[in-house]
């Protein structure tokens, strides 16, 4: 079983940058595909990026592509999603997700999740 706790979210201004880490316990992440998802309130978890477990091959969701970065750190069980250019539209809880099946994007893919981090962008 794996569990994964995120941090780093918080409030920030438009046009600003903030870092969330993903932590792992009681198991190595360096073995699973991992990506990040986010929920604004009353809409469905959407996929914002993925890497995959070496590392090698990152993916991103359009609306976040140029902006976020999605990278690890297999030595310290750590995946982090650093965000810049920060706007109102990106305000949502921010999960973290490991072990995807053959689909990064889709949600249902992922096996374990984390209890999340609210980013709040005001305008």
């Known amino acids: 079983q794996v569990q994964l706790v995120e941090s780093g979210g918080g409030l920030v201004q438009a046009g600003g940058s903030l870092r969330l880490s993903c932590a792992a316990s009681?198991?190595?992440?360096?073995?699973?595909?991992m990506g990040w998802f986010r929920q604004a309130p009353g809409k469905e978890r959407d996929f914002v990026a993925a890497i995959s477990w070496t590392g090698g091959n990152t993916y991103y969701a359009d609306s976040v592509k140029g902006r976020f970065t999605i990278s690890r750190e297999n030595a310290n069980n750590t995946v982090y999603l650093q965000m810049n250019s920060l706007n109102p539209e990106d305000t949502a809880i921010y999960y973290c997700?490991?072990?995807?099946?053959?689909?990064?994007?889709?949600?249902?893919?992922?096996?374990?999740w984390g209890q999340g981090t609210q980013v709040t962008v005001s305008s």
């Open positions: 997700a490991a072990e995807w099946g053959r689909n990064y994007y889709d949600a249902e893919d992922y096996a374990y």
């Open positions: 009681r198991r190595t992440l360096s073995s699973y595909g």
